[in-house]
T-cell receptor, first 114, second 110 residues
Framework: DAGVIQSPRHEVTEMGQEVTLRCKPI?????LFWYRQTMMRGLELLIY????????DSGMPEDRFSAKMPNASFSTLKIQPSEPRDSAVYFC????????????FGPGTRLLVL | GEDVEQSLFLSVREGDSSVINCTYT??????LYWYKQEPGAGLQLLTY?????DMKQDQRLTVLLNKKDKHLSLRIADTQTGDSAIYFCAEMNYGQNFVFGPGTRLSVLP
């Protein structure tokens, strides 16, 4: 299995631009998580999906952030418009909800907003 | 609410044992996890322990759980330079909420 796939691995953009981050979970997993990691705030859960349905988006910082999961094998996290304080590493993780919910992480997307 | 705490930094000499500690507040925790994050990479599951266990050993790793004190530790025997990384403690509770600690940055000195 290829594991969780994220793209792009690095993104540099200018303030005000739209940014779209992509994630392909492990095949057969039915839960997907988006995290943001910064030095100041550590690892923060932004949103998670179960069977493609958003369950908890209370971690999404503001309306500029949106996430979708149109099918079991693809999810996007969009920031529009982006701001310099959005600069962080964004991780996607997936899991199979069997009660022992080990999350498997992707390599992350390193975002820099100038 | 749920909270997971860890010390932020630990330095050890190569060959010594490392002990990384974690405390949590949620008494309904079912599973507790240790993840490792190497520079520039995602989090990798190292090991986990079910809440009705008090110890789990896997090669150089030993996990100890004191459920009464809500204290979890990870011991790495014969620490190597390749063990330098950030180690995250995480817990899952009956509500199936997954909570990570802030991570402990382990530095292994030659």
């Amino acid at each position: 299995d290829a594991g969780v796939i994220q793209s792009p691995r690095h993104e540099v953009t200018e303030m005000g631009q739209e940014v779209t981050l992509r994630c392909k979970p492990i095949s057969g997993h039915n839960s997907l998580f988006w995290y943001r990691q910064t030095m100041m705030r550590g690892l923060e859960l932004l949103i998670y999906f179960n069977n493609n349905v958003p369950i908890d988006d209370s971690g999404m910082p503001e309306d500029r952030f949106s996430a979708k999961m149109p099918n079991a094998s693809f999810s996007t996290l969009k920031i529009q418009p982006s701001e310099p304080r959005d600069s962080a590493v964004y991780f996607c993780a997936s899991s199979l909800r069997t009660g022992m919910e080990t999350q498997y992480f992707g390599p992350g997307t390193r975002l820099l907003v100038l | 609410g749920e909270d997971v705490e860890q010390s932020l930094f630990l330095s050890v000499r190569e060959g010594d044992s490392s002990v990384i500690n974690c405390t949590y507040t949620d008494s309904s925790s079912t599973y507790l996890y240790w993840y490792k994050q190497e520079p520039g990479a995602g989090l990798q599951l190292l090991t986990y322990i079910f809440s009705n266990m008090d110890m789990k050993q896997d090669q150089r790793l030993t996990v100890l759980l004191n459920k009464k004190d809500k204290h979890l530790s990870l011991r790495i025997a014969d620490t190597q330079t390749g063990d330098s990384a950030i180690y995250f403690c995480a817990e899952m509770n009956y509500g199936q909420n997954f909570v990570f600690g802030p991570g402990t940055r382990l530095s292994v000195l030659p």
